[in-house]
């Protein structure tokens, strides 16, 4: 579950935090955006002189040439620092985009698989995906653009109030009304983009929800129901964006509006000006080319103005991501790092000091009044094949849960040979195999990136797959889905208990390893994990299963808050 949605502060205080480590690309972007700015007064410059020399005062061609070639110079520098602009921009955007989901991917570690599993997949990819990349227009556009805004502008308006002090007035006066209708548009579009990032991550978990539970959908009749769910889901996500799309038009159609104005203004005093018609202030002294050069002008001092209005739904978009974002970081936090089936592969720590797996007056209680474990001092010894025993729902899958660090106990501590729960990498085997879509050596290599064609091979067959891979001509490189296809869910779940051979944990802990197993697959489990203790391997495990029990050095009853020996 996420924590209550962050308040706008707390959005903008993340973004900022985002935005520390990577100032220097900010700061490049904006050099480059401002000299861009300047090559294209430069430009203007070159232009007006030449309608001027050419039309006023009939220069030859010999004193226009330097001009024309001064003008395709300041065009090319332009084109230049725009190209250099945009891929220091993309550089920024793409360096707070992998610190965002660097903090993403610690909160998932932190929360492991038991928390996640409360949240639906598909809301899990949009924020990884979608949420995440609208950061992009706001660091990359909307921040240097925001600055871009005040210096362009700024420098434009110092040279037109040097050749006349009467069109910079003008100029001055109209700049400040378009910030101000923007903000009062983006006060609606900031609440708009969070219910839009909201609603489609709620749809994107309902639709992966239906698709994986298609078949039971379609033997209880209920395909059309589920249809008819996504449908107004898909509906009402439809509303929320055309009314994000409208507060964005309207937010362009203010600024386009008095600009034109503006410029409309300027336009008629240069008119008149330059007619006779005005002779307050400096219009007297107008000539072609400074009418025609603030006439010019006037559209780039507004530009930078219209380019932040075009990007400033990028910022409503990345407060609206950011407050998803947030919500789900300010979550309670685990402090495990292994995830289910997959164990934290970066830290593989030697397992030294203690050579005990320690419980110490442990308790934890998921409801207020009953305790799930009360008051649990346990120790075994490394090397001990534990299993657990009891009651359904008499805490053993949970006590499993407490000494991978998936749970953080209520009181007491935990000590996995000197060191807290979950402090290193061990091996793991939950009631549900994971598997990820690729081959048989993908899966493995999950948790051991850099294991060889050799050891794969070797693991597949300690588990009992020696004979399914010889009879595939893809060998290690079969094709598997994440759902299985291809495998029965016993040679499913064995491809998963190899990972442990390839891995070689000192600790092993297996939900139920042999539930829902037809009687090969439960003797091939059985074998393996007879080899991982031979090995010297410590193995902790949840069953009811008589042979598994016979293979434990020491069973433990796990019911009513306490776990005594049997």
Known sequence: MTAPAPDQRAVRHWLSGLTSGNRRWIRGTVAAGTLAGVATIIQM??????????????????????????????????????????HLAAKCSEQVRRAARRQIHQHWRKSGPLELGQTSA???????IDHVDALHGYFARFLPQMTLSL?????????????????????????????FFMALVGMGAEKLNQQHFNTISRLSGQFLDKVRGLTTLQLFGQTDTAAEQIQL??????????????????????????????????????????????????SSDLTLFS????????????????TLSQHYHDRAA?????AEILARLGGNHSTHLATEDVSDTQNHESVTGSETVELNSVSLAFRSGYNVLNDVSLALGKGDVIALTGPSGGGKSTL???????????????????????????????QSGFLVHGTWADNLRLTSPQASDVAIETALRNVGLGPLLDARKSGISSKVSEDGQGLSGGQARRLSL????????????????????????????LEALHKLALAGKTLIFSTHHRALLALATRVLLVSGGEVKDV
């Not at 944990?505 to 003797?523: C, F, K, M, N």
């Open 318 to 322: 990345a407060l609206g991501a950011g």
């Open 151 to 179: 210096i362009v502008p700024l420098i434009i308006l110092v040279y037109v109030v040097y050749l006349d002090w009467l069109a910079g007035t003008f100029l001055l006066l109209s700049a400040p009304l378009i910030p």
């Open 291 to 306: 009418g025609l050069l603030i006439l010019l002008l006037a559209p780039e001092f507004f530009q930078p103005l219209r």
């Open 122 to 128: 598909g809301s899990l990819a949009r924020e990884w």
């Open 45 to 86: 410059v070159f232009l007006a002189r030449i309608v001027h020399l050419g039309v006023i005062e009939q220069a030859p061609l010999s004193v226009l040439a330097p001009l024309f070639a001064g003008l395709i110079l300041a065009i090319i520098v332009r084109a230049v620092a725009q190209g250099v602009q945009t």
């Open 498 to 525: 190899a990972r442990i051979f390839v891995a070689d944990y000192d600790i092993i802990l297996l939900d139920e390893p042999t539930a829902g197993l037809d009687s090969d697959s439960e003797i091939f489990v």
């Open 400 to 430: 499993l849960h407490l000494l991978a660090g998936f749970l953080t106990p209520g009181s007491g501590d935990i000590h996995l040979f000197g060191k807290p729960a979950g402090s290193f990498a061990f091996g793991w085997l939950g």
């Open 233 to 282: 889901r898909s509906d009402h996500y439809r509303r929320i964006t055309l009314k994000t799309l409208r507060v964005a038009f309207l937010s362009s159609a203010v600024l386009e509006f008095f600009a034109s104005v503006a410029i409309a203004v300027i336009a008629i005093y240069i008119g008149f000006g330059l007619l006779g018609y005005i002779t307050y202030g400096p």
